[in-house]
């Protein structure tokens, strides 16, 4: 089992749509979590930290479940310019030796 | 501005050769790391230091090294390049182990034939 899953998608939406993203990981000790984004052929980009109370950045929500272990990530009210892929992250041994989720591909279609 | 670079972007080499992949910050960050990035894998840590003399191999080591000289540097040398090394490889700095945010370099395309 891989210690970060995420479904790779692609999701396909329409602009204005809202849309949400799970993340899995197996070390029940994890403590911090991550969204990062990837443009194609680009490097990844920190969207958002992730927070046990949950947290909300513009159009951005992230969500903590530490009873079942996923993360989430909801995009609401869809722009062209949110295509792009999601990588959930997850530091499991609380240092900087991150584990990477292979990414969400989202495409935000007029 | 402070940045993170690679060089080379791109690189085609044959098996067997030595390959060494620059990795360059202006940040004067302490910590760096090594990724590659492959279809259907997250990326994954090759190796990572948390300041000049210091280097730590991560989940997929074999095959690769580095050194840390200085700062601004971490180079990845890949000792004899095998078709399996074929990926991109992406460097990351962040300020200080309690600092998590990696900030991420353009990356480097390597195919080896």
């Known amino acids: 089992r891989k210690e970060v899953e995420q479904d790779p998608g692609p999701f396909n939406v329409p602009e204005g749509a809202t849309v949400a993203f799970n993340c899995t990981y197996s070390n029940s000790a994890s403590q911090s979590f991550f969204w990062y984004r990837q443009d194609c052929r680009k490097e990844p980009k920190l969207l958002m930290s992730v927070y046990s109370s949950g947290n909300e950045d513009g159009r951005f929500t992230a969500q903590l479940n530490r009873a079942s272990q996923y993360i989430s990530l909801l995009i609401r009210d869809s722009k062209l310019s949110d295509s792009a892929t999601y990588l959930c992250?997850?530091?499991?041994?609380?240092?900087?030796?991150?584990?990477f989720g292979a990414g969400t591909r989202l495409t935000v279609k007029p | 501005d402070a940045e993170i670079t690679q060089s080379p972007r791109h690189k085609i080499t044959e098996t067997g050769r030595q390959v060494t992949l620059a990795c360059h910050q202006t940040?004067?960050?302490?910590?760096m790391f090594w990724y590659r990035q492959d279809l259907g894998h997250g990326l994954r840590l090759i190796h990572y230091?948390?300041?000049?003399?210091?280097?730590n191999k991560g989940e997929v080591s074999d095959g690769y090294s580095v050194s840390r000289s200085n700062t601004e540097d971490l180079p990845l040398t890949l000792e004899s390049a095998a078709s399996s090394q074929t990926s991109v490889y992406f460097c990351?700095?962040?300020?200080?182990?309690?600092?998590?945010?990696?900030?991420f370099g353009p990356g480097t395309r390597l195919l080896v034939l």
């Open positions: 940040w004067n960050h302490n910590n």
């Open positions: 990351a700095s962040s300020e200080s182990r309690g600092q998590e945010t990696q900030y």
């Open positions: 992250v997850v530091n499991p041994y609380n240092n900087n030796d991150m584990r």
């Open positions: 230091s948390y300041g000049v003399q210091d280097t």
